[in-house]
Structure formats: structure tokens, C-alpha cells
T-cell receptor
Framework: DAGVIQSPRHEVTEMGQEVTLRCKPI?????LFWYRQTMMRGLELLIY????????DSGMPEDRFSAKMPNASFSTLKIQPSEPRDSAVYFC???????????FGPGTRLTVL | AQSVSQHNHHVILSEAASLELGCNYS??????LFWYVQYPGQHLQLLLK??????LVKGIKGFEAEFIKSKFSFNLRKPSVQWSDTAEYFC?????????FGTGTSLTVIP
């Protein structure tokens, strides 16, 4: 398996634009997590899914953020409109039947100008 | 290529034993270092982080870590573990604009 795949690896956009981050979890994994990592706050959980259903989205910072998982092999994290403070590395991770061990994707580095 | 190594994949300790989990990275420049914990059924949480200054960093729940630049290490320690410390522990290194995670160490504390 290729592991967790994220695209794009780097995204530079202007304030106010819509940004869509994509993730393909490891095949057969039931859980999918979206994290944001910044220097000051470390890794923050934004939302996670179990069997494509959002379980906990309490970490989503505000209504500008939304996440979907239309099927077991694909998820998106959307920011609309984007702001400079959204600049961070966004990680997607997946795990098997219980979220004990997570496998992380390479991350998407987002820069909002 | 940069990498992070956690040599202990699974550690089993009795309560009150001392803990040290190893973390080594391969990069000669400036790094920022993190330890995360994942309790059963929960998501990752930040234990502690090192950016600069005192190489001995104290985190939550009695954990501490020491940055030894000459050894490229950032080992996690706790003098006396509790059953509630049973979890998965991840070391992470921030280099430039990239973050690298270790493969994790599973800690089981026996009451």
C-alpha cells in the first residue's frame, strides 16, 4: 500500500480564496483524521471520521472550515474563505478498526497571503 | 533524507517504574521537537515541545524530555509511570516547513 496520500503537497493562495485539501487513506482503514500543525500550537485535531461518518468536529476552528468523506477512499478539507492565520501544515491520518495507531500522510503546507 | 527513529516499539512497565523512550533524528541543522501521546480511543495530544533554550523540557502529566544536540536525541522520561500512562507515544521533528513523525512507541503499564 502507498500509505496515506495527500494533495497538494504545497498550496499558496491569496486571502479570501477557497482552498481544498485532499486525502486518500490507507485501504481498509476505518478511521480518518484531519490535523493542523503550527509552530506555536503543535498538532491540533480538527475532525475525524469513522466509516465515513464525522464523529468529532469540535476541533474545527470556525464555520469557514468544512470536511467531507463521500466514500471510504477519499476525504476533503475545505477552507472558504481562507485567511492568513490559516497558514499551517495540514495532516491527514488513518487507522484501522480502533484509532490506536495512526498512519500519517506527508501533509499539505498551506500558505495564505 | 531527514528521518525520526523511535527504537522502542513496545514497552511494558509496572506501575512506579521509571520510563525513558528514545527518539533520534537525522538532521544537522536547527530543529523543533515534539512528543505526542495518544490514549486508547482518543486522538493525539501534545505532551511537550522544544524550540530553544533550556534543553530539559517539562510537559504535562509529569513528563519531561531532554534535547541532546550532540546525540541528535530527544528522549522522553517520566520518573514513575501510572497505569493511566498506557498509550501510544509519538516523537515528531519540525525541520524547515516539514514535520516528520516517528513510528510510535506503545507503552503498556501493568498495575
Amino acid at each position: 500500500d502507498a500509505g496515506v496520500i495527500q494533495s497538494p503537497r504545497h498550496e499558496v493562495t491569496e486571502m479570501g480564496q477557497e482552498v481544498t485539501l485532499r486525502c486518500k487513506p490507507i485501504s481498509g482503514h476505518d478511521y480518518l483524521f484531519w490535523y493542523r500543525q503550527t509552530m506555536m500550537r503543535g498538532l491540533e485535531l480538527l475532525i475525524y471520521f469513522n466509516n465515513n461518518v464525522p464523529i468529532d468536529d469540535s476541533g474545527m476552528p470556525e464555520d469557514r472550515f468544512s470536511a467531507k468523506m463521500p466514500n471510504a477512499s477519499f476525504s476533503t478539507l475545505k477552507i472558504q474563505p481562507s485567511e492568513p492565520r490559516d497558514s499551517a501544515v495540514y495532516f491527514c491520518a488513518s487507522s484501522e478498526t480502533t484509532p490506536i495507531r495512526q498512519f500519517f500522510g506527508p501533509g499539505t503546507r498551506l500558505t495564505v497571503l | 533524507a531527514q528521518s525520526v527513529s523511535q527504537h522502542n516499539h513496545h514497552v511494558i512497565l509496572s506501575e512506579a517504574a521509571s520510563l525513558e523512550l528514545g527518539c533520534n533524528y537525522s538532521y544537522g541543522g536547527t530543529v523543533n521537537l515534539f512528543w505526542y501521546v495518544q490514549y486508547p480511543g482518543q486522538h493525539l495530544q501534545l505532551l511537550l515541545k522544544y524550540f530553544s533554550g533550556d534543553p530539559l523540557v517539562k510537559g504535562i502529566k509529569g513528563f519531561e524530555a531532554e534535547f541532546i544536540k550532540s546525540k541528535f536525541s530527544f528522549n522522553l522520561r517520566k520518573p514513575s509511570v501510572q497505569w493511566s500512562d498506557t498509550a501510544e507515544y509519538f516523537c515528531a521533528v519540525h525541520i524547515g516547513n516539514q514535520f516528520y513523525f516517528g513510528t510510535g512507541t506503545s507503552l503498556t503499564v501493568i498495575p
